[in-house]
């Protein structure tokens, strides 16, 4: 049986037909345009997979379900999207527009737990039961998957890793809250860490690399660590030890066999994981007789969000 | 069916007979001593569990099995006490000895994740679906119900929520990590924190109370503050402040529809979960579109371990 996956983003919508093997038989993209009406959205989203449908020759009627993604709060249960503030959306019956729209069955979730559910399902995290699934992007997404299913708490409110208080008191969040873990632990947050290094020591390697780029990004610490500079060394081993001192909390809560990464932040590769799976190991052990749970490189990249989607309707 | 129930301590070991309703129909308790091998212990649980079959008229061939909480790390899946240091056991088979032993079912757990399932099933709990149970003690211990089944993690290692990071960087813990939870926002921190205040305002009426009494308890702070102590008042607005922040930071991750909180603090009743509920009402609101997190009394007391062993085998 063939099923459809749709991964709303703030700027693109990603859709594509899937089998039961997580084989992606056929996608595409296009703009969300998320001024608009969600109706129109909706009707979009119809569309392009009918066309997709077409050119895979496969039938419309028969697909096994639309299963979406949405970048916000969303009440699994009830098939509604509480709150997605990136595309605009309040409150708003999609699994129910959709369904009663092309008469197949419709599953929405969140962006980050459909993610969650696409490693877990199809990738690196398969052969695991419980993974936790972390995105360092903006902020930090997260998705819970125990025993195979998502968990996201209450109305699907929970899962929200990226709020987890590392520093009692510390930087104010967006959320309402001080020193949540994505202030200290996200790209954006490494950026920050990297800016203030940088202009703290304006005659080192990281300094003088930043002044003749002129910008900086999630790379730009690694890079001026890898040509030598100890002022890049210690941005990037404080911030692996944020990444780690998180992952480690989250541990203590949920045990997960495997902590899957993800975002920009995770192609540095071995760079970061070794690291973070040390200070992770090391805290076990003394601990004494915890299980060990091991740092992966999420592996699907940007076709997690629409596997996991299409996954949804699936279960 | 009746079911046997046990509830081993580092001091005391409680049994009891316990119907299908959660009704405790006979207990009884006696030393652990648990300098002994582990198998002199689980003897004397059949012995005594053999008494009170006989005192209450009750088959012990028919019991529907026995339910035995440990206050340790155990692996629940195996039968097995990975690790309890309180009583010394380690990898140590208890269901398996036990089934061998009396032909009956048995299901080891962690204590504090039976007392969870014990308040989820028979009390204050009731109605909802997922909690978090949460004891503030010497430590903090915690127990995870979702969809009404104890979640703890791979290996039974999670649902620690004492180690939470709350003060990154903070005070050293027991577990290896620094800044975690119960380090803040247990009985004992409570104690310290009240210990540090009167020593620094011994005319305080806080300070002159623990000069008084020569002795500082978990109530030294709210009696003082009762008392119209603005010291004590503070100690105690701070301590609620850790408790509540840990449990926002747990929200986030978990999202349970309810907080039960016990142990010895949670007698003081309203003037502690008013302001806990109040600190997270407020963030939840400023989160926006989050459902409420109920902050409630665990009411069963020392009979939660008890019931909910006794539910572990009827599950």
């Given at each position: 049986m063939i099923f459809a996956g749709v991964d709303v983003g703030g700027t693109n919508i990603k859709i594509g037909l899937v089998d039961e093997s997580g084989k992606i038989i056929i996608s595409s993209s296009f703009k969300t345009g998320s001024e608009r009406p969600f109706e129109e959205v909706a009707e979009d989203i119809i569309v392009n997979l009918h066309a997709l449908c077409s050119k895979a020759e496969v039938n419309f009627k028969q697909l096994g379900g639309i299963g979406i993604g949405i970048p916000g709060t969303v009440d699994t249960a009830k098939g509604?999207?509480?709150?997605a503030a990136n595309i605009g959306w309040?409150?708003?019956?999609i699994a129910d527009y959709l369904s009663t729209a092309t008469g197949l069955k419709c599953v929405v979730g969140n962006d980050a737990n459909c993610a969650a559910l696409g490693e877990y399902k199809y990738a690196n995290a398969k052969g695991y039961r419980n993974i936790v699934f972390i995105t360092l992007g903006t902020g930090i997404g997260s998705g819970i998957v125990i025993d195979g299913k998502l968990f996201s708490g209450m109305g699907s409110a929970g899962a929200e890793a990226g709020h987890l208080t590392l520093v009692y008191d510390g930087e104010p969040c967006n959320c309402g809250n001080k020193g949540c873990w994505e202030r200290y632990a996200s790209a954006t947050a490494l950026i920050n860490q990297t800016r203030k290094a940088a202009e703290e020591a304006p005659n080192s390697i990281l300094g003088r690399l930043v002044a003749s780029e002129g910008k900086i990004n999630g790379k730009t610490a690694f890079i001026a660590k890898e040509k030598g500079c100890p002022v890049a060394s210690q941005v990037v081993e404080q911030y692996l030890q944020y990444i780690g001192a998180g992952l480690i909390s989250l541990g203590n809560i949920l045990h997960p066999e495997a902590f899957v990464i993800g975002g920009g932040?995770?192609?540095?590769g071995e760079h970061i994981f070794q690291p973070i799976q040390a200070q992770l190991d090391e805290y076990l052990e003394k601990s004494g007789f915890l299980p060990r749970i091991d740092v992966v490189k999420a592996s699907l990249g940007n076709s997690a969000g629409l596997l996991g989607a299409a996954s949804l309707v699936m279960q």
């Open positions: 509604k999207v509480v709150a309040y409150d708003v019956d932040i995770s192609h540095e």
